[in-house]
């Protein structure tokens, strides 16, 4: 059965897309803990992130690298960290989360809400700030 994010990769399931190439996909994490929280996705389906390929382990992180530099400038934050837990989802991925202070990294914090309206906005503000 295909994970959740393999249907988003299929187009099966919309989702708000930030950057996408040949192997990753970046997009508003829908259940966020801080504005600006953005998942990145391998296209290949693999359940835990030390069980991809070599290459796509090296290669994530320089997806992830312009668009994690983006959401630092485009919101009020110390830095963007990295967050890998993988157990709500049987498919590799990595959270950007924009951090100030240890619990904003904590996924199990209130989640934040936002009309579609504002996660365009907020695409639209990382993207304007990707190098």
Known sequence: ?????????????????????????????????????????????????????DGYLSEILVFAKPIAKAIEKAFACNRVNILTVGLEVPHAHIHLLPTTAPGDVDLSQPKLKFTPEEFAEIIKTIQANIV
Not at 10 to 36: H, M, S
């Open 1 to 53: 059965m295909a994970s959740i994010f393999s249907k988003i990769i299929a187009g099966e399931i919309p989702c708000y897309k930030i950057a996408e190439n040949d192997k990753f996909l970046a997009f508003l994490d829908i259940f966020p803990v801080q504005k600006g929280h953005t998942l990145i996705i391998p296209k290949v389906e693999t359940d835990k992130i030390f069980d991809l390929p």
